[in-house]
């Protein structure tokens, strides 16, 4: 849940100093608890679009039906005002296509693979001030990898290493792939300015984070980590 908290990593080159930090030597060892191994970190960017306006300032989302892609978000988005709309990703193109829903967030290559730029009127590209970013590490399961003797796991970091170098610049590749596909679609492609961003993890201090913070032991600590990391 944490690493999918609206507003906790603002940029990719953001996201390379959050994985030198405390915060995700904290996520580290959730995984490790869990049975893995975290290889190597890495980060996608999303975006969120209105089939009829741009999404900006928490006020554009009110009365707005938004398909969201996490509940953490969807408590975002439903603090502003919002209702929440819950289908499959794969139904996301037809509900925004009937007026089911009328907008959502997703990845920035799901905005792609899944042609939301031919549903979508505007869409708010990560930029420098992006409120969605999904942890997507590396694993290995903690039982082989503690089998593994010093030599081998040295091989293995180092590939990784050069594995989470490739990913950080592929991932940034699919965000411009997505405004490309956008704007050939005739649609509006905005970014968020540093007070709208403001804006937004006001809200979801007063949702996503609150709720994180009271239902996860440890959880506000957490939060407390990421947000120091600048």
């Not at 390379?16 to 960017?45: C, T």
């Not at 009365?63 to 988005?77: C, D, E, L, Q, V």
Request: with cysteine.
């Amino acid at each position: 849940g944490a690493t999918l908290m609206p507003g906790l990593v603002k940029s990719h080159e953001h996201a390379l100093r959050l994985n030198k930090s405390p915060f995700m030597d904290e996520i580290r060892k959730v995984v490790e608890q869990g049975g893995a191994h975290v290889l190597a970190d890495a980060w996608l960017a999303g975006a969120f679009g209105g089939k009829e306006k741009c999404i900006r300032k928490p006020d554009d989302v009110q009365g707005m039906k938004i398909r969201s892609a996490g509940a953490t978000f969807a408590r975002m988005w439903a603090g502003a005002g919002a209702s929440i709309v819950s289908i499959s990703s794969n139904e996301v193109y037809n509900a925004l296509q009937q007026g089911v829903a009328t907008g959502t967030d997703t990845s920035t290559g799901s905005m792609v693979s899944f042609r939301l730029y031919e549903q979508l009127k505007c869409v708010t590209a990560p930029g420098d001030n992006a409120l969605w970013f999904m942890y997507e590490p590396v694993l290995i399961s903690k039982r082989t990898w503690d089998k593994l003797d010093d030599k081998q796991k040295a091989v293995l970091k180092a590939a990784s290493a050069k594995a989470e170098a490739y990913f950080a610049a592929e991932s940034k590749k699919l965000d411009d792939k997505m405004v490309e596909a956008f704007k050939k679609a005739g649609d509006e492609v905005v970014t968020l300015t540093d007070a709208e961003f403001d804006a937004w993890r006001a809200v979801a201090q007063k949702t996503s984070y609150k709720e994180f913070g009271e239902k996860v032991p440890g959880g506000k600590e957490l939060i407390e980590k990421a947000l120091s990391v600048k």
